[in-house]
Structure formats: structure tokens, C-alpha cells
């Protein structure tokens, strides 16, 4: 089967691997959909890393995909099946996975592999949202509006927030959050970010600012901008690198004399990773938001290196690209 590795910095191959020999109680899945997630540039692909690194695993870095099970060792998946499988090891760039029914997902026999996959890194901010607490009347800033953000921008805005204010560095991205429910939106490379959010709030700073860039600068910007007693969300992912390994420095003193509360969030570990994937696939059936709406391009899986790099580099308004088989 075909699989992706990486050789090297920003620089994948179409190697050949055998296919996997499924376990007793597993399933063998082929993949049709495969998507890229921040997290996949910034720990791996999008940095240089020490020579003795590289071959990286066939496979890695990669763990949104969706296809069909072709063969089931399970009592609770069967063969024809189409599920987003949630990879052990972030292996996923490949033809075909052994995947754990425990990390598996069905989704519905109608529309396209990765319109549903989208559902996987929606479903994280869905968890994240619901450590938070209600929204109802509250004022949010979402910092960075890639895909995770502007998640967050969509699912907030849905859930009664008064004013939602996405911050972006780049307009295309920002046009999103305005059509996804933003009622403002901020540039801080053209307006103080802290000065534009208090005067859109008459003077008051934010209940709720949710860190979804992955920066030093724009996490000590979530720290400073929250009013007393309200909440700041750490999701964004740090960039990795030889010299340090997500070490960052933050600005101590003044956040925790406002007594305000820092929820760290990585939804991927948590004890139950299905629920909250299955309750968003559910919300798109129902309507209440499609995050397929932030699908931007397509190329097929002999492309990967093309779509990485698309990724890394924000090309061509990219939010989110996938490829397909």
C-alpha cells in the first residue's frame, strides 16, 4: 500500500508498505479522506528538526482521516461501514489502518468522506466549549481563525454569546469569521488588538478569550485581554523546535492578580475521544452548523507534499485542505 514519509524538513515521499495485518477485535480501514490539522505542521512538517530525526515513520504526521472498514474482527463495526478513525501514534497518511473500534466513529452512508471528517476537529472545540460553561450573554475573543478558531467562532456564536470578536492576522481569514457568526472582527497587524476589543465593548475587556493561534505573543495577549474573574482557553499548539521543546514564557503577575481561570485543552487525550466527534456529527445532521463549510481546496493523496505546503504557507486563502483517494 501507499504511504506518505516524511525524509526530511518539508519534504514527504510515496513510499511502498505492506498493509497491515488486523488483530483479533480490530478493523482493517481504508482510507478515502485525509485532512491536516495544525498540530501536524507545528510538531513535525512546518519545522526543522535535529538530521537524526528523519525518516519519520511511514505515515506520520497525520491523524484526520475517514474511509470504509474492509475487514471487522469487531462486534460493533462491520464491513462497508464509514467511520473517521482516530489513529494510535498519529500514523494516518497511508492507504490502508488497522483502527481500534474504541477509535473509530461511524458516519452516515450519505454525502462526501470529507465533509464528515470535518467533524473531528470541530468535535474538539464542541469539547472544549462545554468545559467553559454556558455562553449565554457573554463577550468572546477568539485569537487566530484558522480552522480550530474559526470552530470556535461558529460554535459560539450559536450558543448565545452577545458579542463574539474574532482576531486574525490575515482578512481572508477573517471575512470566514464574519460568515461563520463573528459580530466583529480585529487585525492586530493593523489595530492594537487590546485597544479594538475594549472600545468594541464600551470600555469592558472579555468574560471569555480563547487561544487558538499557538504563539507566545498571542497567549500572553489572551492573558491580558480577559477581565477579572473570566476564562481563558489554551488551545492553540506551540511551535516545536531543537533548541526548545514548547517551553514559553508568560506574563505571571497580572493574570493571576485578576483571579481569572486558564482551562489548558487538548481534546484528543481525553479518557472519552468519541462522544464529543459523534455529538458534532449529529449537530451537522441536524443543521446547527456544517464544518465541511470550512473546506477551501481538494488534491488527491500522490499531492500530499503539495497540501502540507499549502498549509504551512496559508496559500490561496487556505483554511482547510484535503486529499482524497
Not at 98 to 125: H, K, N, Y
Not at 216 to 241: C, E, K, P
Amino acid at each position: 500500500m501507499k504511504a506518505a514519509q516524511l525524509i526530511g524538513p518539508r519534504n514527504f515521499e510515496i513510499v511502498d508498505v505492506p498493509t497491515p495485518e488486523v488483530s483479533s477485535g480490530n478493523c482493517l480501514v481504508q482510507i478515502e479522506s485525509w485532512s491536516i490539522c495544525g498540530s501536524d505542521i507545528r510538531n513535525t512538517y512546518g519545522t526543522v528538526l535535529n538530521e537524526e530525526e528523519y525518516p519519520f515513520e511511514p505515515g506520520h504526521p497525520g491523524h484526520e482521516i475517514a474511509g470504509t472498514v474492509v475487514e471487522s474482527f469487531s462486534d460493533e463495526f462491520n464491513s462497508g461501514d464509514r467511520v473517521i478513525v482516530l489513529p494510535q501514534g498519529d500514523i494516518g497518511v497511508v492507504e490502508y489502518i488497522e483502527a481500534l473500534p474504541g477509535r473509530m466513529i461511524r458516519i452516515p452512508d450519505e454525502g462526501g468522506f470529507d465533509e464528515w471528517l470535518m467533524c473531528q476537529p470541530s468535535g474538539t472545540v464542541l469539547y472544549a466549549c462545554q468545559q467553559i460553561g454556558t455562553l449565554l450573554g457573554k463577550n468572546v475573543v477568539v485569537i487566530g481563525q484558522g480552522a480550530i478558531g474559526l470552530s470556535f467562532t461558529a460554535m459560539i456564536a450559536r450558543s448565545g454569546a452577545q458579542k463574539v470578536i474574532a482576531a486574525d492576522l490575515f482578512d481572508y481569514r477573517l471575512a470566514y469569521s464574519k460568515q461563520f457568526g463573528a459580530t466583529h472582527t480585529v487585525n492586530p497587524s493593523k489595530e492594537q488588538l487590546q485597544e479594538a476589543v475594549v472600545d468594541i465593548l464600551g470600555g469592558q475587556k472579555p468574560d471569555v478569550v480563547i487561544e487558538a493561534a499557538g504563539y507566545t505573543d498571542t497567549l500572553n495577549a489572551a492573558l491580558n485581554l480577559v477581565t477579572s474573574f473570566g476564562t481563558v482557553v489554551m488551545f492553540g499548539i506551540q511551535q516545536r523546535s531543537p533548541e526548545h521543546d514548547f517551553v514559553i514564557p508568560i506574563e505571571f503577575r497580572d493574570f493571576r492578580n485578576k483571579n481569572a481561570r486558564l482551562v489548558s485543552m487538548a481534546a484528543g487525550h481525553t479518557g472519552d475521544v468519541r462522544t464529543h466527534i459523534e455529538t458534532m456529527i449529529e449537530l451537522k445532521q441536524r443543521g446547527w452548523w456544517d464544518p465541511a463549510e470550512m473546506i477551501t481546496h481538494r488534491v488527491g493523496f500522490d499531492d500530499v507534499k503539495q497540501a502540507y505546503d499549502m498549509y504551512t504557507d496559508r496559500a490561496d486563502g487556505m483554511v482547510k485542505v484535503v486529499m482524497e483517494r
